[in-house]
């Protein structure tokens, strides 16, 4: 069973980057898709974008090209960075994965990012 | 505002048949894209619940069953149970947005 944990800063002031790191463990990581997700306090889920094991890419056009998802196999891990955040970007982050068919199997804890100055 | 319309709240007492519905349009459940639903207990992350509009991953009870019609999908929970309360999300592909949706979701109450 995969397991995924974030990590990363859990207070951004606007206008900065928000970067978020999520470290998989208990199998392969050349073998999915690698998903951020977000919801924001007492609202629902929205998918950020995805990352393959080779570097393909895809993102949600609402974000207007403020994300970056990238993968580090080496590692285990992959990354999102979302610039010029303002409060509405306050949220918890998941990390997830999927076998790239449109589900989401598997779920980190959450990070809860927090943007204010 | 969601793309995915869910009723915001169902109750039922213990051991009833409960119904959520996702409804869409015709760029996405009605495109043909699968369904799937998440079950979000308070506090926790969301857990996959039923995949390709009507299967259950392993470990997942039968009393938990999804189905899909047109534009839009259902999902069915029998013999309510104390820790079925939870927040329930559908998900989608929408091919005019160009992205992964979820719905807006629906808090199960257990009277």
């Known amino acids: 069973q995969v397991q995924l944990q974030e990590s990363g800063p859990g207070l951004v002031k606007p206008s900065e980057t928000l970067s978020l790191t999520c470290t998989v463990s208990g199998g392969p990581i050349s073998a999915y898709y690698w998903t951020w997700i977000r919801q924001p306090p007492g609202r629902g889920l929205e998918w950020i974008g995805y990352t393959s094991a080779s570097g393909a890419t895809d993102y949600n056009p609402s974000l207007n090209g403020r994300v970056t998802i990238s993968i580090d196999t080496s590692k285990n891990q992959f990354s999102l960075k979302l610039t010029s955040v303002t409060t509405a970007d306050t949220a918890v982050y998941y990390c997830?994965?999927?076998?790239?068919?449109?589900?989401?199997?598997?779920w980190g804890q959450g990070n809860l990012v927090t943007v204010s100055s | 505002q969601s793309v995915l319309t869910q009723p915001p709240s169902v109750s039922g007492a213990p051991g009833q048949r409960v119904t959520i519905s996702c409804t869409g349009f015709?760029?996405?459940?009605?495109?043909?894209?699968?369904v799937h639903w998440y079950q979000q207990p308070p506090g926790t992350a969301p857990k996959l619940l039923i995949y390709?509009?009507?299967n259950r991953p392993s470990g997942v009870p039968d009393r938990f069953s999804g189905s899909k019609s047109g534009t839009s999908a259902s999902l069915a929970i029998t013999g309510l149970q104390a820790d079925d309360e939870a927040d329930y999300y559908c998900?989608?592909?929408?091919?005019?947005?160009?992205?992964?949706?979820f719905g807006s979701g629906t808090t199960v109450t257990v009277l």
């Open positions: 997830a994965t999927g076998s790239g068919t449109g589900y989401f199997t598997g």
């Open positions: 998900q989608c592909y929408d091919s005019s947005l160009s992205r992964y949706l």
């Open positions: 015709s760029s996405n459940i009605g495109a043909g894209y699968a």
């Open positions: 390709d509009n009507s």
